[in-house]
């Protein structure tokens, strides 16, 4: 089915690990983007990418990194996990649709840093 | 910068009832608006989406307008059901396709 896969769905990290959070879409989307949701927060969006080789920082940046070398994937990395950063991330995919850019979210990973 | 707030913060209604769920933002040069519907622990499903241009979107029982003047949205949703129960987030977007998130209203409707 088409859509926005991210995988692991779950993931325990120790402070200090790094790790790297998939996502892949199969809908010839342009831009794709990374969200953190917090309780009481909503949803903020950490990085962006507006095509393949194009990626540019959104409201909580510090301590993530994305690279775009495909339409397909955007991977985000945490480069040394801090507890602060456990949180459910969601990515997303967004293309033309009728009114707009139309959004298609992953199921999101729940990460937890200990 | 843009902000968005969403008020109530949770709702509980008999089923049955029609409802109206707030959003509010600070900048009115939006591209869109979007209504999006969040089951405990699942992703986010788009409902409807505003353009800058238009009053409002209409599906099924769901209908949201859009004042831009006034830095409102509201979704209005009709006969509420208790499948209707989960959390909506309203998002308000610029040109450049990013979303600001409102903080969500957790609905629950009881049978």
């Known amino acids: 089915n088409a859509g926005v896969t991210q995988t692991p769905k779950f993931q325990v990290l120790k402070t200090g690990q790094s790790m790297t959070l998939q996502c892949a879409q199969d809908?010839?989307?342009?831009?794709m983007s990374w969200y953190r949701q917090d309780p009481g927060m909503g949803l903020r969006l950490i990085h962006y990418?507006?095509?393949?080789?194009?990626?540019d920082q959104g409201e909580v940046p510090n301590g993530y990194n994305v690279s775009r070398s495909t339409t397909e994937d955007f991977p985000l990395r945490l480069l040394s996990a801090a507890p602060s950063q456990t949180s459910v991330y969601f990515c997303?995919?967004?293309?033309?649709?009728?009114?707009?850019?139309?959004?298609?979210f992953g199921s999101g990973t729940r990460l937890t840093v200990v | 910068k843009q902000e968005v707030t969403q008020i109530p913060a949770a709702l509980s209604v008999p089923e049955g009832e029609n409802l109206v769920l707030n959003c509010s933002f600070t900048d009115s040069a939006i591209y869109n608006l979007q209504w999006f519907r969040q089951d405990p622990g699942k992703g986010l499903t788009s409902l409807l989406l505003?353009?800058?241009?238009?009053r409002e979107q209409t599906s099924g029982r769901l209908n949201a307008s859009l004042d831009k003047s006034s830095g409102r949205s509201t979704l209005y949703i009709a006969a509420s059901q208790p499948g209707d129960s989960a959390t909506y987030l309203c998002?308000?977007?610029?040109?450049?396709?990013?979303?600001?998130f409102g903080q969500g209203t957790t609905l629950q409707v009881k049978p």
């Open positions: 990418s507006v095509g393949a080789g194009i990626t």
């Open positions: 998002a308000a977007s610029g040109n450049t396709g990013k979303l600001i």
């Open positions: 997303a995919s967004s293309g033309p649709g009728t009114g707009g850019l139309r959004y298609t």
């Open positions: 809908m010839n989307h342009e831009y």
């Open positions: 505003i353009q800058s241009s238009q």
